[in-house]
């Protein structure tokens, strides 16, 4: 199993919130509606799924350890 590592460029961010719809155990808006990761590290892959939602490309993925 691998684990990903999730940095938020929050720049970047826009607060649309799509990626705290779909990994909302890893990711959460935060008061001023800027996404804000909520673990640094995580086995779920559902973590491409929330990048790839992201229209301003403000969600880096990174595998930093593989099984």
């Known amino acids: 199993m691998s ?4 940095e938020i460029d929050r720049s970047l961010c826009s607060g649309f ?4 719809r779909l990994a909302p155990q890893i ?3 935060d008061g001023s509606g800027t996404a804000a990761v909520r673990v640094g590290e995580t086995d779920d892959p559902v973590v491409f799924e929330a990048a790839d939602s992201c229209p301003m490309g403000a969600i880096a993925v990174e595998e930093v350890r593989a099984a």
């Open 27 to 29: 990711v959460e808006l």
């Open 17 to 20: 919130g799509s990626c705290a």
């Open 3 to 6: 684990t990903y590592r999730i």
